[in-house]
C-alpha cells in the first residue's frame, strides 16, 4: 500500500437507489477529476471553489456520456483523509458505479483497500485508532445504543479516559526513572510506597470501570441470544410470532409441529436480539424429532437468556422439571404461563416455588395477552445478567477489552512489587501498562496490527 498516491473506491451500498457515490482521495484527486468530469464552469479561472457542488456530466475515454452527477472538491487539510477529495454523486446503480469508478481508475487513481480512506485519516493525525475503529461499528451497529456508544467513541471519550490513565503512569514513573538514573542530582521527593498504591488503586478503578459494561455494550452492537424453550405444544411458536408482530411460525394443535428451530430478530431496550423459537424438548423415538431435541439443548446451553414456557391449562410434569434443569447459572431466565385464556391447572405458587430467582409472566400468546409485560420482563433480564452501570459503556472491541485487562495485570503486579520489590520493577510494569494502553489509540502500535484492523473495513471507507 502506498499512502502518497491516489486511491478511489465506490463509498455507498451497491443496489437500486437515489444516489450513489464515487470518493477520491490523493494529491491527484482533482487532476483525475478534471480529466472525466465535463462542466460548463470549468473554464472558470475560480474552479472548482471548495465544498461546492457542481452540475455536469462523467464521459469515458470515448467522450460519451454516462452519468449526470454532482462533483464536489475538498482540498486538505480540511477533510476526512486530510488529503484532496473529491466525491462524484450519480445515479446510483451497479453498472454505473463500476463504469464510473473504472473510468476513474482508468484516469490515474488506483483502487483503495478496504478501509483505506479512514487509515490515511488515521496515519496523518485526524482521528486516533479507537476513533477509527468506532467508524466501523457505527456502520455495523444493529440498535440505537450500539450508534450512541460508537459516537461516543468516536468523539474521544474513550481515548480521552486512556490518554488521563497513561498520563497518571508517567507522571508516577517520571521520579522513579530520574532517581534511578541520576540519584546524586535528584533533589525532588521520591514518592512514598503508600502514595504510589493510592495512586494505581485509583487508576485500576478507572480501569475496571471501562471494562464493566463490555458485555453489555458488545450486546448493543454483535446482539444477543434469546432461547424459548418447553415442551410440545406448551405455546412457544405462538409466542415467537407474537413477539415479532408476525406469522414466522406454523402453529397447530398437534403437538411437535415444530422439528427444528425458527429465529426471528427483533429490537427491546435497545438490544438487538435474536430470538429462537426451539423443538419441544420431550422423549421420543422418532429420529429426526430426537435431532431438533438435541439442537434445541444446544440453543439454549448457547443462549445468554432462556424464555421457558408452560402451559397452565395443563398439570406440571416430568418434562417441565427436566426443563427447568437446562439453565445455566450465568443465563437470564423469564417463565412464562401461557394459556391464561383456558382454566388454569398450574398454581403459580408452584412456579415460584421452583423457579425462585426467575421473573414470571402470564400470557395468551394468542391473544396477545401479556405479551408486553412479556417484552419488559425480557429487557429486565438482559440488564441484569450483562450488568448495568450509571454510565452508558464505552468499550465494544474484544481487542479493547484484552487490552486494558493486561494493563489492570500490571498495575496489580506493580501494586504488589512496591513492597516486595525493588522500585525498578514497579517502573517496569507501569512502562509495559503504558505500552498496553497506547495500542488502543494507536500511539504504540505495530503495522501488522493496523493492516489486520483495517482489513476489517469495508471498501470506500
Known amino acids: 500500500m502506498q499512502e502518497n498516491d491516489t486511491i478511489s473506491a465506490i463509498s455507498t451500498p451497491l443496489g437500486e437507489g437515489g444516489i450513489g457515490i464515487v470518493r477520491l482521495s490523493g494529491p491527484d484527486a482533482f487532476a483525475v477529476a478534471d480529466r472525466i468530469f465535463d462542466c460548463p464552469k470549468n473554464s472558470d479561472p475560480g474552479f472548482p471553489e471548495p465544498r461546492r457542488l457542481y452540475y455536469g456530466h462523467i464521459r469515458d475515454n470515448d467522450g460519451e456520456i454516462i452519468d449526470e452527477v454532482l462533483v464536489s472538491y475538498m482540498p486538505a487539510p480540511h477533510t476526512y483523509t486530510r488529503e484532496d477529495i473529491v466525491e462524484i454523486n450519480c445515479h446510483s446503480g451497479i453498472l454505473t458505479l463500476r463504469a464510473i469508478l473504472r473510468i476513474v481508475l482508468n484516469s490515474g487513481a488506483r483502487l483503495a483497500e478496504p478501509g483505506e480512506f479512514t487509515k490515511r485519516a488515521f496515519l496523518k493525525g485526524r482521528i486516533d485508532l479507537s476513533q477509527a475503529e468506532a467508524v466501523m461499528n457505527i456502520i455495523r451497529a444493529r440498535s440505537e445504543e450500539a450508534v450512541k456508544i460508537a459516537a461516543r467513541t468516536l468523539q474521544g471519550d474513550l481515548a480521552g479516559k486512556v490518554g488521563r490513565v497513561r498520563e497518571e503512569l508517567i507522571d508516577l514513573r517520571a521520579p522513579l526513572e530520574a532517581w534511578f538514573d541520576y540519584p546524586e542530582e535528584f533533589s ?20 475496571q470501570d471501562l471494562v464493566q459494561g463490555v458485555e453489555r455494550s458488545r450486546a448493543y452492537q454483535e446482539g444477543v441470544s434469546v432461547a424459548i424453550i418447553g415442551r410440545p405444544n406448551v405455546g412457544k411458536s405462538s409466542l415467537l410470532n407474537a413477539l415479532l408482530r408476525q406469522q414466522r411460525a406454523i402453529v397447530h394443535e398437534i403437538p411437535g409441529t415444530t422439528r427444528d428451530m425458527l429465529e426471528g430478530n427483533m429490537n427491546l431496550g435497545g438490544y438487538p436480539i ?9 422423549g421420543t423415538e422418532d429420529p429426526v424429532e430426537q435431532q431438533g431435541i438435541e439442537r434445541s439443548r444446544a440453543a439454549a446451553e448457547r443462549a445468554r437468556l432462556l424464555v421457558v414456557v408452560l402451559d397452565g391449562s395443563s398439570p406440571w410434569t416430568q418434562e ?18 401461557n394459556k391464561v385464556d383456558l382454566e388454569q391447572k398450574i398454581p403459580a405458587a408452584t412456579v415460584k416455588k421452583i423457579f425462585t430467582d426467575a421473573e414470571i409472566v402470564k400470557t395468551a400468546a394468542l391473544t396477545g395477552a401479556g405479551i408486553d409485560l412479556l417484552e419488559e ?20 472491541s474484544i481487542r479493547h477489552e484484552e487490552i486494558i485487562r493486561g494493563a489492570m495485570l500490571n498495575i496489580e503486579n506493580a501494586i504488589y512489587a512496591v513492597d516486595t520489590q525493588p522500585l525498578e520493577l514497579v517502573s517496569l510494569e507501569l512502562q509495559i501498562a503504558w505500552n498496553l494502553l497506547g495500542e488502543i489509540t494507536g500511539e504504540t502500535v505495530t503495522e501488522p496490527l493496523l493492516d489486520k484492523i483495517f482489513s476489517e473495513f469495508c471498501l470506500g471507507k
Open 188 to 207: 525532588g521527593d521520591i514518592p512514598g510506597s503508600d502514595r504510589i498504591k493510592l495512586k494505581l488503586h485509583e487508576l485500576q478503578k478507572v480501569l
Open 274 to 282: 435474536s430470538l429462537v423459537d426451539t423443538a419441544g424438548i420431550q
Open 320 to 337: 417441565d422439571a427436566e426443563i427447568a434443569g437446562l439453565r445455566n447459572p450465568d443465563q437470564g431466565l423469564v417463565v412464562v404461563i
Open 377 to 396: 420482563a425480557v429487557t429486565r433480564q438482559l440488564d441484569l445478567v450483562l450488568g448495568t452501570t450509571g454510565e452508558s459503556p464505552l468499550l465494544v
